[in-house]
């Protein structure tokens, strides 16, 4: 079934170690998201994608970085993970920067200690 | 800036009931309004959304949501909940008029429906 795919499903990590959250999407959608989800807050978004080449930071992007090398693939980095980041993150994509229906990944649960 | 408020924490309801889900926005500009699903360990599912038109939206499994400029909401409603209704509802907004694209989401709303 076509759509979104996150690896890894869940992750357990020390801070200050570096972790990659891989996100790709087969349904050639020009816009990608990273949303991260915390109890009592909601969604937040981290960065975003709106064509392949171009990335924007969102409302909670410090500590965090994208890229958008291809249509297909937005790779979230955490270069130095702190406890506060742990949450569950999820991946979204949309047609274009203008259509609101977002496609959402299962999410990778991340646990930093 | 775009912001979008669920007073409530949790809605319980039996089955057969109906359901109200509270959504309330703010924009600058003209409201994109969404309702999103969430079952438990899955990514959020699109419900229904509401552009321009008709102010009562429907949507999937029986969802409808209507839209009332004066009071600035977007309550999600459903005449007979179901118990597989039971999951976590989101309410989401974007400004058509201003810059930022990217959806803002409420903090989210548990449906519990009894048996």
């Known amino acids: 079934i076509a759509g979104i795919t996150q690896a890894p499903t869940s992750q357990i990590l020390a801070a200050g170690r570096r972790m990659t959250l891989r996100c790709t999407q087969d349904m050639r959608h020009n816009a990608m998201y990273w949303y991260r989800q915390d109890l009592g807050l909601g969604l937040r978004l981290i960065h975003y994608s709106n064509t392949a080449g171009t990335t924007g930071k969102g409302e909670v992007p410090d500590g965090y970085s994208v890229s958008r090398a291809n249509t297909d693939d937005f790779p979230l980095t955490l270069a130095s993970a702190v406890p506060s980041q742990t949450s569950v993150y999820f991946c979204?994509?949309?047609?274009?920067?203008?259509?609101?229906?977002?496609?959402f990944g299962e999410g990778s649960r991340l646990t930093v200690l | 800036a775009q912001s979008v408020a669920q007073p409530e924490d949790q809605v319980n309801v039996a089955e057969g009931n109906p359901l109200t889900v509270k959504c309330t926005y703010s924009v600058s500009g003209n409201p994109y309004l969404f309702w999103y699903v969430q079952y438990p360990n899955r990514g959020l599912q699109f419900l229904l959304k509401?552009?321009?038109?008709?102010?009562l939206v429907k949507g999937s499994y029986g969802f409808e949501a209507e839209f009332n400029k004066s009071q600035t909401s977007f309550h999600l409603k459903k005449p007979s909940a179901l118990v597989s209704d039971s999951a976590l509802y989101f309410c989401a907004v974007r400004d058509m008029d201003t810059g930022r694209r990217a959806l803002t989401f409420g903090s989210g709303t548990r449906l519990q429906v009894q048996p």
């Open positions: 979204a994509s949309s047609l274009t920067e203008n259509t609101g229906e977002l496609f």
């Open positions: 509401y552009i321009t038109g008709d102010n």
